[in-house]
């Protein structure tokens, strides 16, 4: 899809850092001239934002896998129709924290849905967009748990997510790093778990590329 805009995608487990160093990025871009659209999924957009409720709210353990699958991207093509391909258009910088390939990983894999059902729903939902660049924060599974649960725990709240066993994370982990093996020119890894201003300057030295 041709457009003069670039997309850019933040991708990891709980816990990986992408929100903080999102917002690093956008800072940065901005400071140098560009028009930049921070969105975020499951979110982004005021009907998106009662959508994250639904899929978020620990009341709603009994939500099957394929109603959650469906949230998803009913919220993405509302994202995608009235926020990132206006911006886009515009040559605006999109930086959005997680998009089609989290529910690859999440739904597609770590619900066992499987690729197909993904792959044809964004079809649908997203009208053929895809990212020109990906990000994947990739830190071990063990901090990811510790630090999602402690951020959590600080917020005083919990949702669905929070109860998961760790094998659904390790199955979500090594799903992510199997995309960035099969999409090398897409999807890079950065290394999450080191200093944030070391992760910042890995991303730099990446996004600046593109920009």
């Not at 998803?72 to 911006?87: H, S």
Request: include cysteine.
């Amino acid at each position: 899809m041709a457009r003069p805009g670039l997309f850019v995608t933040f991708e990891g487990m709980d816990g990986s850092g992408k929100t903080t160093q999102l917002a690093r990025l956008a800072g940065r871009l901005r400071q140098a001239g560009r028009e930049v659209l921070e969105t975020a999924e499951p979110g982004g957009t005021r009907i998106g934002q009662q959508i994250r409720d639904i899929l978020l709210d620990e009341r709603n353990r009994d939500l099957a896998p394929r109603a959650e699958l469906l949230l998803y991207f009913a919220c993405r093509a509302q994202n995608v129709e009235e926020w990132i391909l206006p911006a886009l258009a515009r040559g605006a910088v999109v930086l959005s924290d997680r998009f089609t390939d989290s529910t690859m990983v999440y739904q597609g894999y770590g619900r066992g849905l499987g690729a197909a059902a993904v792959e044809t729903l964004h079809e649908i939902a997203c009208q053929g967009l895809q990212p020109d660049l990906t990000l994947f924060l990739d830190i071990d599974l063990d901090t990811s748990l510790a630090r999602a649960r402690r951020r959590n725990a600080e917020a005083a709240r919990r949702d669905r997510m929070d109860e998961q066993a760790a094998e659904f994370y390790r199955r979500v982990r090594d799903a992510y790093l199997d995309l960035a093996r099969r999409h090398p020119g897409r999807v890079r890894i950065i290394r999450g778990g080191q200093p944030e201003d070391a992760v910042a300057a890995d991303i730099w030295e990446v996004v600046r590329a593109h920009v």
